[in-house]
């Protein structure tokens, strides 16, 4: 059994990015987005239009300092490899009470449509999800995913509408 990471975020967050579980990179890292093929923080780092950063600390300092959150649907799951095709025997985090804890989130955003997937299937079916956050799937960082970077960060500007952050 493979477990997740403790969410990047605090009571000023406005948006949270789901993933569904790190690769096996991530997990040796124990980093978020380890794996340096990966655009999650390049990307995020272009929206921002700010200078990359390889500091973890720091990156995890950026995402607070612009009010996003990270985490990922799973809390735990098995899975051999890295391929979100490969997970069996999926738990959900806990987000009702994360929901609660963070009430300033008020978009979530899936990195690729396995994210999006496993809320759907078992947490907002299932949860007492709050009615005013708005949710939107991107297109994943990941390097399994063969669109070109510059094709993902235009689709990841919507991040930046108004509308998300209200």
Known sequence: MIKSFEPIVDKDCRILILGS??????????????????????IIYELFNEEFDDDYERRK???????????DVLKSCDRKGSSDSKIVNPVPNDFDA?????????SVFFNGSKAEELF??????KLNIRKDILFHR???TSPANAVK???KLEQWKI????????
């Open 21 to 42: 579980m790190p690769s096996v990179k991530s997990l040796e890292k124990h980093q978020y987005y380890g794996n340096k093929q990966n655009h999650f923080w390049k």
């Open 61 to 71: 300092t950026f995402l607070l300092k612009h009010h996003v959150a990270v985490w």
């Open 98 to 106: 994360f929901l609660r804890q963070y009430p300033n989130i008020k």
């Open 120 to 125: 759907k299937k078992m947490v907002e079916v």
């Open 138 to 140: 991107l297109p994943s």
């Open 149 to 151: 970077y510059k094709d």
């Open 159 to 166: 991040i930046l509408s108004e509308h998300f952050w209200e």
